[in-house]
């Protein structure tokens, strides 16, 4: 059974840092790109970041180029999202996802290419 769990929430306050780790494990998890999304309160799930099998390729929501970043550790069976300068619109609740079919990254941001999601973890960023 495919398990994904998200670790490294908090609140922060604005300019602050943190660091999202997604552990994984049921899948082989080195042949497949991960994504992380987000949900405020009322809103839809958005894409935030996409990053490819080996790692080689890395996608980002025009709202976190630049200070974001993903990375994954194959060894470990873990993704990773390093949050810098958050603003309080990062507020929400952040998701990893497995995609659903092995060497795939085409459409990165759509949710439907993920079919494997974790419980979610909460950043708070006060201003």
């Known amino acids: 059974q495919v398990q994904l769990v998200e670790s490294g929430g908090g609140l922060v306050q604005a300019g602050g840092s943190l660091r999202l780790s997604c552990a994984a494990s049921g899948r082989s998890f080195s042949t497949y790109s991960m994504g992380w999304f987000r949900q405020a309160p009322g809103k839809e799930r958005d894409f935030v970041a996409a990053?490819?099998?080996?790692?080689?390729?890395?996608y980002y929501a025009d709202s976190v180029k630049g200070r974001f970043t993903i990375s994954r550790d194959n060894a470990q069976n873990t993704a990773y999202l390093q949050m810098n300068s958050l603003k309080p619109d990062d507020t929400a609740a952040y998701y990893c996802?497995?995609?659903?079919?092995?060497?795939?990254?085409?459409?990165?941001?759509?949710?439907?290419?993920?079919?494997?999601w974790g419980q979610g973890t909460q950043v708070t960023v006060s201003s």
């Open positions: 996802a497995l995609n659903r079919r092995a060497y795939r990254i085409a459409n990165y941001y759509d949710k439907d290419e993920y079919d494997y």
């Open positions: 990053i490819s099998w080996g790692g080689g390729s890395t």
